[in-house]
């Protein structure tokens, strides 16, 4: 138990650590956004060197999410993820002077009683008995979701590159991309949590002798350019901010889904704290789409001008950053 609970702390901090490191980092590119566009030359170094510490920041944010997710149970880091949309709006609110109005002040609130209840109530340990060989998958029900999962992820990018399916108003892309973005990102983090179960080669000979692991890390990788090249599409062909709300729902709720089907986090708990956790899971979604609501009224509208299509890609480069899209003016 002693060690679950540093399991649990150690796992937690690393969430919180790959959600302040994105969110600040995030905040820098915006603030470097602003620089840029008041078009003042004496600021072009400082606008040029905020943004590069953004981009580091928002980079080395990555080791921690995945380590964290190999450590402690997918609900915890899903929520926590949730959370992130706060802090971020919080840093906006701060140092951008993008105001919080109260609807987003609301969600803030609702966000972090839901984090809360989960944090609380919710799943401390991977419920490790066994840790599978190598060559293994601890939990054999993946292969089935993985097959109906990757199969309908490829007939979505079939659609999104296909003529066929096109249409003049682009209400195509308006479907596809947030359900291939979604699914995409959440089947990456299902290989992630997977990875807490197998056991971790000790050594470069190790590698290939491990195919499981080898080939989780690797599949991992292709579904996260996938995520990102899938982010850049969209940011070019629907309103940004429709695509990453609808986005982030989606994959939330895959990976809440994920958290009780496949991974099981909440049959060996206490049936009250399951049903408190799932609710504060819940809770904690709805609160950062409260945030961040998708403006669906911008559908149909004009693409994104190319001008302003680079500094979209530089905040919507991953599903991770929710808050990315957010009108200046509200």
């Known amino acids: 138990m002693v060690a679950d609970n540093e399991c649990f702390v150690l796992g937690l901090g690393l969430c919180l650590l790959n959600c302040l490191l994105s969110s600040v980092g995030f905040t820098l590119q915006r603030k470097a956004q602003l620089l840029s566009e008041q078009a003042n030359l004496r600021d072009t170094w400082r606008s040029q060197l905020l943004w590069a510490a953004g981009v580091v920041l928002y980079i080395s944010a990555a080791a921690p999410d995945v380590i964290a997710y190999t450590l402690v149970p997918q609900v915890v880091c899903t929520t926590v993820a949730c959370f992130r949309l706060v ?114 080669p000790t050594s470069l000979r190790g590698l290939l002798d491990a195919p499981a692991w080898t080939g989780m890390v690797l599949v991992m990788g292709a579904l996260g350019l996938t995520d990102f090249y899938l982010n850049i599409r969209a940011a070019a062909r629907m309103p940004v901010q429709v695509f990453l709300p609808v986005s982030f729902a989606l994959a939330t709720t895959l990976q809440f889904f994920q958290s009780m089907s496949i991974f099981g986090e909440f049959k060996a708990m206490v049936p009250l704290h399951a049903a408190l956790s799932i609710c504060g899971a819940i809770v904690a979604l709805s609160g950062a789409l409260l945030i961040q609501p998708p403006k669906f009224g911008l559908l149909g509208g004009p693409e994104v001008a190319a001008e302003d299509l680079e500094g979209m890609l530089v905040k919507c480069d991953g599903i991770a950053k929710p808050g990315c899209g957010k009108d200046d003016d509200e």
């Open 87 to 200: 802090l971020v709006t919080f840093l906006a609110h701060t140092f951008l002077q993008e105001r919080v109005q109260m609807r987003e002040a609301i969600g803030m609130a609702v966000c972090s009683v839901g984090t809360s209840m989960c944090l609380i109530y919710g799943p401390r340990s991977l419920d490790v008995s066994v840790i599978a060989p190598t060559a293994d998958l601890y939990h054999p029900q993946v292969w089935g979701y993985l097959a109906i999962c990757l199969v309908l992820l490829l007939a979505l990018l079939a659609v999104e590159h296909s003529r066929w399916f096109s249409t003049k108003d682009g209400a195509m892309h308006y479907v596809v991309l947030p359900l291939a973005t979604g699914l995409a990102f959440a089947l990456e983090k299902l290989f992630n949590t997977e990875l807490g179960f197998v056991q971790t």
